[in-house]
Structure formats: C-alpha cells, structure tokens
Nanobody, 126 residues
Framework: QVQVVESGGGLVPAGGSLRLSCQVS????????MGWFRQAPGKEREFVAA????????YYGDSVKGRFTMSRDNAENAIYLQMSSLKPEDTAVYYC???????????????????WGRGTQVTVSS
C-alpha cells in the first residue's frame, strides 16, 4: 500500500521562504509521476508542480513559476518543494500526490493521481 506524507508547512511572512517535504512508502517510487497541488479555502485544488521521473523536466503552474522549485530524490523516496518570494495568495493546504506515469497533458489534473497525502498548511502573512 502506498502512503504519502507531507511535512514542512507553517507560518511565514510575505517574501519569505519555506521548504516542503513529501515522503512516499510502498510501491516503486522511481516509476511514479509525483506532483504538488494546493487548495485554498473555497477554491478548487490547483496544480503547483510535477515531475514524471528523475532526469526529466519539472513542470510548474503559472502562479508559481520562477518562485517555486520542485526536486526529487529517488534514493530517499522523497520529493521537495522549495518555495521562495512567498505571497499571501500562496496560503493554502499543500498536497503531495503520486500517480503511475502520466502523459504531459495530464500532469495538472488532480483526478489523474492515485495516491494523496493529507496535506500540510502553509500560511503567508502580509
């Protein structure tokens, strides 16, 4: 059984930085497409970043390009999200998700992911 656990959320002032971690257990991590999503109160789940496997490019949502960096460590079965220049509108619950290999056009679609963590809260104060 695949388990996904996020950590690293918290309260940070606008302009600050935060690093989220996601640990995956079970399954074959290096075959998974891994993604980060976020959901603010009253809003739909939003695509943040995804990577299909090490050595391939990472794709980002428009609202985080240039500020967020996703990385992947297959030896640790983990992915990370380095968030910089944070804005109050980045406030949300951040989720990590895993899927069997996805085509590029599906990376931003939450329903295509099979396994989800419970999320970690990120709050950016103005």
């Amino acid at each position: 059984q695949v388990q996904v656990v996020e950590s690293g959320g918290g309260l940070v002032p606008a302009g600050g930085s935060l690093r989220l971690s996601c640990q995956v257990s079970g399954g074959t991590f290096n075959t998974y497409t891994m993604g980060w999503f976020r959901q603010a109160p009253g809003k739909e789940r939003e695509f943040v970043a995804a990577n299909r496997r090490s050595g391939e490019g990472t794709y980002y949502g428009d609202s985080v390009k240039g500020r967020f960096t996703m990385s992947r460590d297959n030896a640790e079965n983990a992915i990370y999200l380095q968030m910089s220049s944070l804005k109050p509108e980045d406030t949300a619950v951040y989720y990590c998700a895993a899927a069997r290999r996805l085509i590029l056009s599906a990376l931003g679609l939450p329903h295509m992911y099979d396994h989800w963590g419970r999320g970690t809260q990120v709050t950016v104060s103005s």
